[in-house]
């Protein structure tokens, strides 16, 4: 067996070797009691180990006591020196050798039976050579050196002898006979003294201890081997690094996984992104002992850091505030980090790739820092950096624990933000749900319902939470719990869509038809999160179909008893539906299959072509969609009929897919229109012959009217001459009484020459040529405006609004307005205002003056209607009237409103213009 074949044997493999020498072999620990009892003992001594495990030496060899073997015992225990004896065994009279080694745990004894020198001297070379394999076989490094002395001060060792496992647990090969400084010159001062105290006094020593220039923690057995001065020293050892770096790493990690949850504990309320990055940066500054820590925002450019807030230990300035760009830094150190990589400067000035940029680090106070960025989705967003102002070592401990807390800090500020925008939008969600007339619910998963908008309590009129669970189902129609209860379970099992119409209890007390409807959400892993639904109030829909499809059963009935046809034309399969009456108007059968060009075969040849060209017109893309022409047709069973067609069609797109509508059969309507016809043609002479009469009574009218004015304006002049003669002539001569008599002799022949003209001027208007061009009326009622205020001579306003327009005859327009506003001047109070308006195509003028009781508005535009005294306010009564010809000639109309002492409003139009265009007009009438 080799000798790295010896060091690997496994324990059992040792334990099997001492069990196989052919020598007693025991161990007896510091108390002498025994600890090892192998079977060649229990043969020779005729004892089983199991009596003999744990009794002192004294109890099972009392006749051992002050006899050679004793003393070489006790010896070896108290020199710690390897002691032999030879002689008679006082147990069982057979000589033997006896051999005692010490160690820190007691003495192990190996005794051979030496009666057969020969054989006992093959069977010691035997057993050395397993004792060799048993010192090979050990997993503890062991070696042998001697401390080498300057005066009483030890400087060195040389080693002796090792075994195999010292090369695996220092590291160390080819020692033997070598110096550990010659070896390690930096090897720890106090190694040498501990071994040198051991070599000198005979004391061993147990110790665990780092080793520096190895790198490496041992467990150390040390105990002085041979002679006292040859100041040699046996070591037993063990590299317990792994151990130590266990126990070290699970400190920090127990250290380190405190401080996270305490930083989630801290983190976990804040709602506050600002909030957390300065509480974040504070608890690892804190941890860590560093003198300044942030958290950096890179803008969307990639091109500026922004830090609004971090945290110091007093003794740096703050960056808070600051917006740096990222170039100063160094493209080279950007670049690392935008590759998502951890940055460790432990010294800006003395690295390579910083060190040209260290001023301007320095200009922030920053020698040593430690930056984890934080890339997303491949877009560099943010950076968590810590600051020193001297050089320092930043471990990977220290770095792992800044990039966890990174993460953790963005995590929280993208939830802080993710809240936020979820409390926005949960806002939003509520009042939307609540501005809607639709019924919102929500359920959890398993269907249980926590959610109504306001809605829901609005309609039901139930107390808030009252149909949470699954108290909604009480709300249902009695008929319709059952079978909404089956349905919604069936959708919360399978995860279909909730669709279901039944009655929902009013807060009136009616139950009304309502459309439940609800859809589940779901997430990444295809479970469900939430259900959401609608309750939609379809009750008058519902009424209202009802009522459609009876109205649906009375149209068909009334189309029956009309003679109505039907048809619907499926354009794409070419199918035909037609009602009853239809068929009977063509004479098919129930039986007949109709297409449309089956249809088309009946159409009178003569009319074919030019029907499917309208029909074809208004199926194109953008012809008109309809049709009606009056067609012949050839029933089935011969005979020519006529009937009306009116066709719609139906578009998907650009494309006519669908044609319905109705035909009647008209051919005793067309026999009856030939007949008006004729009678028609009669009568359009009577009417002509009737107009031409009427035409030369009008001009006989005219000439009477021109004859009555001029016959009647000679004696009314004559009259008014000859009062004026007797007046300014006789007037002294001729009493009072008759000289007043003459005066309103004269004056009411004036006011029939008035009314004489204003008549004609009335004739006029009705046969007057309107010419209708654009008008500024505003510009009209000033000039009319200002002529009746000067021949008033009146003190009062007249407003007039500006950009009035209209489109009329000039000539009748200033007509009517002379006689609107001189109305509305002579009506109105000293220093009133008149108003002259236009709003929506419609006119108003308005005074302050009299008004007249509303009762009576249906006779001021009649001619000679005078709602005023003579005496008080002049006139003819004839004004009004024309103005209603001149309104009604322009195809407009006039109205008033009045309220008795305040004022009268005035109101026209001219053209198309109608009153209810203006708010509050609707219910007045010319």
């Excluded at 009606?628 to 797109?653: K, L, M, N, P, T």
Aim: aromatic share 10%; hydrophobic share 40%.
């Amino acid at each position: 067996m080799g000798e790295a074949e010896k060091a690997r044997l496994p324990e059992d493999d040792a334990s099997s070797i001492l069990e196989s020498i052919a020598d007693g072999f025991y161990a007896l620990d510091r108390d002498w009691r025994f600890t090892l009892f192998n079977d060649q003992c229990e043969r020779y001594f005729g004892l089983k180990r199991a009596n003999v495990l744990g009794r002192t030496y004294f109890d099972v060899f009392p006749a051992a006591r002050n006899t050679v073997f004793h003393r070489a015992l006790e010896t070896a225990l108290v020199t710690g020196e390897s002691q032999s004896a030879e002689a008679a065994s006082p147990v069982t009279g057979v000589p033997i050798l006896l051999r005692a080694f010490p160690s820190q745990h007691g003495l192990t004894v190996v005794f051979t039976d030496v009666s057969a020198r020969t054989k006992t001297d093959e069977a010691l070379r035997r057993s050395e050579d397993r004792y060799r394999s048993l010192f090979e076989s050990l997993q503890e490094g062991f070696c042998v050196f001697e401390v080498l002395f300057e005066g009483d001060h030890a400087v060195d060792y040389r080693f002796l002898e090792v075994n195999p496992a010292f090369e695996r647990h220092t590291g160390l090969s080819d020692v033997v006979g070598k110096t550990m400084r010659s070896i390690a010159p930096l090897h720890e001062e106090h190694w040498f003294q501990l071994y040198g105290g051991v070599a000198r006094t005979g004391q061993p020593m147990r110790m665990e201890n780092y080793a520096e220039q190895l790198g490496r923690w041992f467990d150390v057995s040390a105990f002085r081997v041979g002679a006292p001065g040859e100041n040699r020293v046996g070591v037993l050892f063990s590299d317990i690094s792994d151990r130590k770096l266990a126990v070290a790493t699970l400190i920090a990690l127990e250290r380190q996984q405190s401080f996270l949850l305490a930083l989630g504990d801290r983190l976990r309320p804040l709602t506050d992104p600002l909030a957390v990055t300065t509480a974040a940066s504070e608890e690892l500054g804190r941890h860590l002992n560093v003198s300044r820590v942030g958290y950096g925002e890179i803008d969307p450019t990639q091109q500026i850091v922004s830090v609004e807030r971090d945290w110091t230990n007093g003794e740096v300035a703050s960056l808070a505030g600051e917006s740096r760009p990222l170039d100063v830094f160094g493209p080279d150190i950007i670049a690392i980090l935008r590759r998502g990589e951890t940055l460790r400067l432990d010294d800006i000035a003395a690295d390579p790739v910083a060190a040209p940029y260290a001023e301007g680090y320095a200009s922030i106070g920053t020698r040593s820092l430690l930056i984890v960025p934080l890339v997303k989705e491949g877009v560099f967003r943010a950076i968590l950096y810590l600051h020193e102002p001297a050089p320092r070592h930043w471990t990977d401990r220290e770095a792992e624990l800044a990039r966890e807390v990174a993460e953790r800090t963005w995590a929280a500020v993208e939830s802080s933000r993710a809240q936020a925008d979820l409390r926005k939008s949960e806002k939003r969600f509520e009042a939307i749900a609540n501005s809607i007339d639709q019924m919102i619910w929500s359920t959890r998963p398993d269907g249980y319902h926590d959610y109504y908008n306001r809605r829901w309590y609005e309609y039901t009129g139930m107390p808030l939470g009252s149909t949470d669970g699954a108290e909604w189902n009480g709300m249902f129609h009695p008929d319709d719990q059952e079978r909404a209860w089956a349905i919604w379970r069936r959708c919360l099992e399978t995860g279909e869509p909730y669709h279901i119409e039944y009655r929902l209890r009013h807060r009136s007390g009616q139950y009304r038809w309502v459309i439940g409807r609800a859809l589940p959400i779901r997430n990444a892993a295809g479970e469900i999160e939430r259900w959401y639904g609608t309750c939609t109030d379809v009750h008058d829909l519902k009424t209202a179909q009802e009522q459609f499809r009876k109205s649906q059963e009375r149209l068909a009935l009334a189309l029956g008893i009309a003679g109505i046809g039907t048809f619907d034309i499926d354009l794409l399969t070419d199918a035909v539906v037609v009602n009853e009456r239809g068929r009977e108007i063509y004479g098919w059968s129930p039986e007949t299959a109709l297409s449309f060009a089956y249809v088309q075969s009946f159409f009178h040849p003569h009319d074919r072509a030019w029907v499917l060209e309208r029909v074809a017109e208004a199926f194109a893309p953008r012809g008109p969609g309809e049709f009606e022409v009056e067609q012949r047709i050839i029933r089935s069973d011969g005979e020519e009929r006529w009937i009306r067609v009116r066709g719609r069609a139906i578009f998907e797109g650009e494309q006519a897919v669908r044609c319905i509508g109705t035909y009647l059969d008209v051919t005793e309507a067309r026999k009856y229109q030939e007949t008006l016809k004729a009678l028609n043609e009669g009568l359009e002479q009577r009417v002509a012959e009737r107009t031409r009469e009427l035409q030369e009574a009008v001009a006989e009218s005219e000439g009477f009217n021109y004859s009555i004015s001029h016959d009647l304006r000679a004696p009314l002049r004559a009259i008014v001459a000859t009062a004026s003669i007797l007046l300014e002539e006789m007037g002294p001569e001729i009493e009072s009484e008759y000289r007043e008599m003459l005066k309103r002799q004269a004056l009411n022949a004036k006011r029939l020459g008035t009314l004489i003209d204003e008549l004609l001027r009335l004739s006029r208007l009705a046969r007057a040529e309107v010419n209708c061009v654009p008008l500024d009326m505003t510009a009209k009622a000033r000039d009319v405006a200002a002529i009746e205020l000067a021949d008033r001579q009146s003190e009062l306003s007249v407003e007039v609004q500006e950009g009035m327009t209209a489109e009329g005859d000039p000539n009748l327009v200033r007509t009517l307005l002379h006689n609107l506003i001189g109305n509305a001047i002579k009506f109105s109070p000293h220093g009133g205002t008149v108003r002259v308006r236009q709003q929506d195509g419609v006119f108003s003028v308005s005074d302050e003056g009299v008004g007249f009781d509303m009762k009576y508005v249906h006779k001021i535009f009649r001619p000679f209607e005078r709602l005023v005294l003579e005496s008080e306010f002049p006139g003819t009564g004839i004004g009004l009237a024309n103005v209603e010809r001149i309104v009604r000639r322009h195809g407009g109309r006039v109205w008033a409103e009045s309220e008795l002492g305040k004022g009268s409003t005035f109101y026209f139009t001219l053209g198309s213009g109608e009153p209810d265009a203006v708010p509050g007009f609707s219910h007045l009438e010319p």
